[in-house]
């Protein structure tokens, strides 16, 4: 079985290394690029921070040198950044945006201040309403932006219309749609039908989940390790054969 990661470089890499520890081929194509924006990032007037990417947390570890503030991280990665970063105060909603800002309204008080919302510039939950409408006041401050790719490599392009690439893993609504477009514009289509995608949540499986593919599945929990996991029981259950 040979999967193809579509993270960014350095998510991609990460998750290269695990798999190949797990005996799964690979080939790497990144859909999205990080552009940061560095600025600093002015934290002190605010009760907590809310981050919901890695990404964001990276930028947030560079932008201020002030660690005690809490910070309210969407996942396990994002949260590990952050503390590895040395802030004192992590939470960690296990990769659901909507259980994020429970904990938020349950733990904080809109009377003691407001509130710092780290992110990219394209965002999928518009977590600024959901705390308004429950009187808290936001701040956001966006610290990158993600450039979607134009094109697949030559070489992936070679393996998809060998039917050298079994499985597509997908992080993110915006890499699985970017993935979509460039096959509809290159007129290949009908390679979704020797495809399996593999997508880290229901979230991200939608805007593709009509298009043909063999099969669609959705990891366990919205984390890397669950996705893995689900890479590992795909690959069990369909025999790991290599390809040429």
């Known amino acids: 079985m040979k999967v193809l990661i579509t993270r960014h470089e350095s998510n991609g890499i990460n998750l290269d290394n695990i798999l190949s520890q797990e005996g799964i081929a690979t ?22 921070l809310i981050v919901t ?16 503030i809490p910070v309210f991280a969407v996942g396990g990665a994002t949260a590990a950044i952050a503390i590895e970063a040395g802030f004192e105060q992590v939470r960690n909603a296990d990769g659901r945006v909507l259980t994020l800002t429970d904990i938020i309204i349950s733990e904080l008080n809109p009377d003691h201040g407001p509130l710092l919302y ?15 409408a429950e009187k808290f006041k936001i701040h956001r401050q966006i610290v990158y932006r993600a450039v979607p790719a134009k094109a697949l490599s030559a070489s992936t ?16 609504p915006r890499t699985a749609i ?6 509809e514009k290159e007129r290949l289509r009908e390679i979704f039908r020797s495809l399996k995608a593999v997508c880290l949540s229901e979230a991200v499986a939608d805007p593709i989940r009509n298009l043909g593919w063999q099969e669609v599945l959705i ?7 669950s996705l893995v996991r689900s890479l590992c029981e795909l690959r069990d259950r369909d025999g790991s054969a290599d390809h040429d």
Not at 178 to 183: D, E, P, S
């Open 27 to 48: 080939m790497r194509e990144p859909l999205l690029k990080i552009v940061p924006k560095f600025e600093p990032i002015l934290v002190k007037n605010f009760q907590a």
């Open 157 to 172: 392009m070679h393996a998809l219309r060998k039917n050298n690439i079994d499985v597509v893993s997908f992080f993110s």
């Open 118 to 132: 780290i992110s990219g510039e394209n965002i999928s939950v518009d977590i600024e309403k959901i705390l308004r």
């Open 53 to 68: 990417s890695a990404n964001g947390s990276i930028a947030l570890a560079k932008g201020t040198d002030y660690r005690k």
């Open 219 to 225: 990891s366990g929990t919205p984390d890397q390790e």
């Open 178 to 183: 970017t993935f979509a477009k460039i096959i």
